[in-house]
């Protein structure tokens, strides 16, 4: 049997996606990090098994692939970023003559250049494929149209911000810092990423959420 798959980048966001498609009504995909085909997660990791899926979609094993990614935020000497995150992926597909468009409304497709037949790849970056950013700064936007939670994000960033010695890294970790902060003060804390759907924390209809629906029923309509 066929299937449709859409890679991500680590096991939180298997939950949070499958959430997602669950509520918007979109069914028959296999969301997969890439630690369950070769045991380690993460954003390269994910852009590194690319080529498993690749070959399995041209042979018609499976139907649609698409991926999702953070684009991150720069640092220093490290491939961060949406220009960056979209040269890797770039580079990965044009080992099979893939070239990539942009989709109306937000996102990518790469079409191949060798079969017009062949089936597309889609690319998401959160949080909007402008923006360098995550999955949590698409969750922090979406905050913005549910006013009591918009409250408690902003004094979870106030706590967050006002912390004179992190231990964490304040350029690169504090919006996951601030969200999981946010996540603490719940009516039921302790719940992971997921939550912010199962639970009507964020906007699902309008902003960065209307375009990523989008992306995702052309994904995989």
């Known amino acids: 049997m066929k299937s449709s798959v859409l890679i991500v980048e680590g096991n939180s966001d298997v939950f949070f996606f499958d959430a997602l498609l669950r509520v918007w009504k979109i069914s028959g995909v296999a969301v997969s990090p890439p630690a369950s085909v070769q045991r380690v997660n993460g954003k390269f990791h994910a852009i590194e098994t690319l080529p498993i899926y690749v070959k399995q979609l041209l042979d018609q094993s499976i139907d649609r692939l698409a991926i999702i990614l953070d684009s991150d935020t720069p640092l220093t000497n490290q491939v961060r970023g949406v220009q960056a995150t979209l040269s890797a992926v770039d580079r990965k597909l044009n080992e099979f003559e893939f070239s990539r468009s942009e989709v109306p409304g937000g996102g990518f497709v790469y079409f191949s250049r060798k079969n017009s037949n062949a089936a597309k790849i889609y690319l998401w970056l959160m949080p909007d494929c402008k923006q360098d950013g995550s999955l949590e700064h698409f969750v ?28 964490f890294d304040p350029t690169a970790h504090r919006m996951k810092a601030v969200t999981s902060t946010w996540l603490a003060w719940q009516r039921y804390p302790g719940k992971g990423m997921q939550s912010v759907v199962g639970d009507g924390l964020i906007d699902l209809d309008g902003g960065m959420a209307a375009s990523l629906r989008a992306w995702l029923t052309q994904a995989f309509k």
């Open 140 to 167: 922090a936007t979406q905050v913005s149209g549910n006013a009591i939670q918009a409250d408690w994000y902003q004094k979870a960033e106030s706590t967050v911000d006002s912390i004179i010695n992190p231990l």
